[in-house]
């Protein structure tokens, strides 16, 4: 058993290069939303 199928997913397959790459780029995608959605609040930028 790998160390990632031991924490929040416990599921067969969760360290999956696939999944892994999945998650990351919802991930970081969100985060980037939230910047872009952030800096357009507070500055007016468009």
């Avoid at 031991?6 to 067969?12: A, H, Q, S, T």
């Avoid at 360290?15 to 998650?23: G, N």
Wanted: overall charge neutral; glycine content about 6%; aromatic content about 6%.
């Amino acid at each position: 058993m790998s160390d990632l199928n031991r924490g929040i997913m416990k599921f067969e397959g969760a360290d999956t290069p696939k999944v892994v790459t999945i998650s990351s780029v919802l991930l970081l995608g969100s985060i980037l939303v939230l910047i872009i959605w952030a800096l357009q609040a507070a500055y007016a930028v468009h």
